[in-house]
């Protein structure tokens, strides 16, 4: 994967075309959803990964304990999923179902964390921009 494939996102844009090679080299990995697959589960708690779509479109569900499934957002491309889960390493707090066949790049975060002994500086501009992120979106959920 190139960096121009990666213009949808600005995730990696202050990332040097080795230091893009060297994280998707080793953390990354492309991955295909059909409609109506089911990425992540409310409550899982899994390898957390990360997610950026490249093409497409998903739905992030919170399912309350007694009611109907209440949608949170739909996400399309260049935005990312499943960061919450990576910080806190704990269950998932939503489900994401895809709504239209999708393209994501999966980041598997364990491998990020094998990055900081490989060039910590490159997997520091990762994570800095992952809890950027975060908190802009916190703070819009807040703002509603």
């Known amino acids: 994967m190139k960096k121009g494939q990666l213009e949808v996102t600005t995730l990696f844009e202050d990332l040097s075309d080795r230091e893009l090679s060297l994280l998707l080299d ?12 089911t990425v992540l589960r409310q409550g899982e708690v899994d390898d957390s990964n990360l997610f950026i779509i490249m093409v497409g479109k998903v739905r992030v569900l919170m399912d309350p304990q007694n009611g109907a499934p209440v949608v949170l957002s739909e996400l ?9 889960a990576l910080f806190t390493r704990e269950a998932r707090s939503a489900s994401v179902i895809i709504v239209e066949y999708t393209e994501v790049l999966k980041i598997d975060m364990g491998k990020l964390d094998e990055m900081f002994e490989i060039d910590a500086k490159t997997a520091f501009k990762l994570v800095k921009y992952i809890a950027k992120e975060s908190a802009r979106k916190l703070y819009q959920r807040v703002r509603r």
Request: glycine content about 20%; aromatic content about 14%.
């Open 76 to 84: 399309k491309n260049g935005d990312m999923f499943g960061e919450f």
């Open 26 to 37: 080793h953390c990354g990995s492309m991955v295909t959803y059909q409609v109506g697959d």
